[in-house]
Antibody, heavy 118, light 105 residues
Framework: QVQLVQSGAEVKKPGASVKISCKAF????????MHWVRQAPGKSLEWMGW????????KYSQKFQGRVTITRDTSATTVYMERSSLTSEDTAVYYC???????????WGQGTLVTLSS | DVQMTQSPSTLSASVGDRVTITCRAS??????LAWYQQKPGKAPKLLIY???SLESGVPSRFSGSGSGTEFTLTISSLQPDDFATYYC???????FGQGTKIEVK
């Protein structure tokens, strides 16, 4: 069955970078786009960007443009999200989510908590 | 960016109640709307897509309606498992509403 398994929790210092992985199981990886969504504590969901797993095309939210990089490794059926120049506002749970057909998200990873601490 | 506004932010209800959540888009999104349920510490779960299509495996007490700028999610008879936070999402450019928490009355 379809599963998205994310890497574990991270603790980072302000100014550092973090790279989170999302490994896909149970479907043909190249056929689906993958998105990243952020959720700060007690807040709503915030779309960060997506990658076409087949050709590697990416698109980012204007808010995160220049500070987020999404990549993929098709041989490992894994998508990565790297966030640079972290600040305390980046303390959040980060989710990967598979896009079905025309844009909705049918499967989600379990989430990765990133905590900023000096 | 298309802004999504949900109401109410919090809803107090009892088991068996009929519950309706509204989501408004700042501009027309046709039927490009999904609804998700999220429980504490868990990832969101897809309930409805294309405004009114029920995701496989989701109980039929959930239904969605609307098009253009105004949408609703209805739970016909609230069950204990339904106490959670619900989010709408437009997927023309992927923005979410601020969420509606259904709590025990």
């Amino acid at each position: 069955q379809v599963q998205l398994v994310q890497s574990g929790a991270e603790v980072k210092k302000p100014g550092a970078s973090v790279k989170i992985s999302c490994k896909a199981f149970g479907y043909f990886f190249n056929n689906y786009a993958m998105h990243w969504v952020r959720q700060a504590p007690g807040k709503s969901l915030e779309w960060m960007g997506w990658i076409n797993a087949g050709n590697g095309d990416t698109k980012y939210s204007q808010k995160f443009q220049g500070r987020v990089t999404i990549t993929r490794d098709t041989s490992a059926t894994t998508v990565y999200m790297e966030r640079s120049s972290l600040t305390s506002e980046d303390t959040a749970v980060y989710y990967c989510a598979r896009e079905r057909n025309y844009g909705w998200f049918d499967y989600w990873g379990q989430g990765t908590l990133v905590t900023l601490s000096s | 960016d298309v802004q999504m506004t949900q109401s109410p932010s919090t809803l107090s209800a009892s088991v068996g109640d009929r519950v309706t959540i509204t989501c408004r888009a700042s501009q027309s999104i046709s039927s490009s709307l999904a609804w998700y349920q999220q429980k504490p510490g868990k990832a969101p779960k897809l309930l409805i897509y294309k405004a009114s299509s029920l995701e496989s495996g989701v109980p039929s007490r959930f239904s969605g309606s609307g098009s253009g700028t105004e949408f609703t999610l209805t739970i016909s008879s609230l069950q204990p498992d339904d106490f959670a936070t619900y989010y709408c999402q437009q997927y023309n450019s992927w923005t979410f509403g601020q969420g509606t928490k259904i709590e025990v009355k």
